[in-house]
């Protein structure tokens, strides 16, 4: 495998997600969304943490245009858990173990869970959205925490979608 991709894999190894270029970044939600689902997530699966015990899901944002499931897609299966949620957690059905979140409206990025990555996981960059979370002082400082997105966060999600449309 090249040094610019990076291959995402469920537990026991039969779907496979690889990833072509840099990530867009690399954060932990504290979002409600995410605490639902990661909670609905728990009882279909195996006793393999979602969520931080500061109640986060740890993602790497992707483009689009650089990821493909190399294998197993007949194993992946859609989970969506609330009515007007945008995402859809997408879990190996083979190990039920949570690969990626993809959106509904179309954005231009999907969110990985950081743990499946077979090589190191790019660094945390930020905890986000922690406005939902009763008591944000608890959080560690490292990486920096925001009520909402970073400015570094929205750009990153703007060049990159201005890449996509150049062809970068």
């Given at each position: 495998?090249?040094v610019?991709?990076?291959?995402?894999?469920?537990?026991?190894?039969?779907?496979?997600?690889?990833?072509?270029?840099?990530?867009i970044?690399?954060?932990?939600?504290?979002?409600?969304d995410?605490?639902?689902?990661?909670?609905?997530?728990?009882?279909?699966?195996?006793p393999?943490p979602?969520?931080?015990?500061?109640l986060?899901?740890?993602?790497?944002?992707?483009?689009?245009d650089?990821?493909?499931?190399v294998r197993?897609?007949?194993?992946?299966?859609?989970?969506?858990?609330?009515?007007?949620s945008?995402?859809?957690r997408?879990?190996?059905?083979?190990?039920?173990?949570?690969?990626?979140?993809?959106?509904?409206?179309?954005?231009h990025?999907?969110?990985?869970?950081r743990?499946?990555?077979l090589?190191?996981?790019p660094p945390?960059?930020s905890r986000?959205?922690?406005k939902?979370?009763?008591?944000?002082?608890t959080?560690?400082?490292?990486p920096?925490a925001y009520?909402?997105?970073?400015?570094k966060?929205i750009v990153?999600?703007?060049?990159?979608?201005?890449?996509?449309?150049?062809?970068?």
């Open positions: 495998m090249p610019n991709q990076s291959l995402v894999e469920c537990s026991c190894g039969q779907v496979a997600v690889e990833l072509e270029g840099a990530p970044y690399c954060t932990v939600c504290h979002c409600d995410c605490q639902f689902a990661a909670d609905e997530l728990a009882k279909l699966l195996p393999e979602i969520m931080d015990p500061f986060g899901t740890h993602y790497v944002l992707h483009r689009n650089r990821y493909a499931v197993g897609q007949e194993h992946l299966h859609p989970y969506k858990f609330r009515d007007k945008p995402t859809r997408m879990v190996a059905t083979c190990c039920n173990s949570p690969l990626f979140v993809s959106f509904e409206n179309s954005q990025w999907i969110s990985l869970y743990q499946r990555f090589d190191e996981a945390l960059q986000i959205a922690t939902f979370l009763k008591d944000p002082s959080l560690p400082t490292d920096p009520k909402s997105f970073p400015l966060l990153r999600l703007v060049v990159s979608r201005l890449q996509m449309i150049i062809g970068r």
